[in-house]
DNA sequence: ACTAAATGTTAAGTATATATTACATTATGT
DNA sequence: ACATAATGTAATATATACTTAACATTTAGT
């Protein structure tokens, strides 16, 4: 399970969802499905959104829970 | 650019391409694209791949160079 | 030299991230 | 109360991550 920062980080920054989505260069609805958490956006996108949210990848996005792949 | 150190993470704990595919629970050739640059994996990749080669996502990977879009 | 394992690579298919458009609801400022 | 900005959300379309299968080349072990 991906969890995320970006809605408490984006606040912080008082930008809206479309402004960060112009810094980041992706639309509004798109971060608003990040802050859903419906999906797992690429690493060059987060790369982006902790580059312009002041910090690391792997403090906006971690993984949680178990995997429910049993394979 | 996206770049990455997967192939040389990789080669330090000795994985093969398979090997380290079966733990992120990707196929070899996702390893090969990645290792490559062909392609940004998802975040939820790379938090793996961070995790089974022990590092940082931000360490993993990293944007090089200028964006090409003039949008 | 032989064999098997590992890697390079390519093509075609499936799954999913992201864009675009649109409309409804909620918050903010006057 | 009104207008406008911000957000929620959904449908359809497009781009791209990832899979599967296949075959060729390189590497490692005997």
Same mark, same amino acid.
């Given at each position: 399970?991906? !969890?995320?920062?970006?809605?408490?980080? !984006? &606040?912080?920054?008082?930008?809206?969802?479309? +402004?960060?989505?112009?810094?980041? @260069?992706?639309?509004?609805?798109?971060?608003? /499905?990040?802050?859903?958490? +419906? /999906?797992?956006?690429?690493?060059?996108? &987060?790369?982006?959104?902790?580059?312009?949210?002041?910090?690391?990848? @792997?403090?906006? /996005?971690?993984? +949680?829970?178990? +995997?429910?792949?049993?394979?």
């Amino acid at each position: 399970m991906l !969890r995320n920062r970006v809605k408490e980080l !984006r &606040a912080r920054y008082s930008y809206t969802q479309s +402004e960060l989505g112009k810094r980041v @260069d992706v639309t509004r609805q798109t971060i608003a /499905f990040i802050e859903k958490g +419906e /999906f797992s956006p690429s690493i060059t996108l &987060a790369l982006k959104l902790a580059q312009v949210l002041e910090t690391k990848v @792997d403090e906006l /996005f971690w993984l +949680e829970g178990e +995997e429910e792949d049993e394979k």
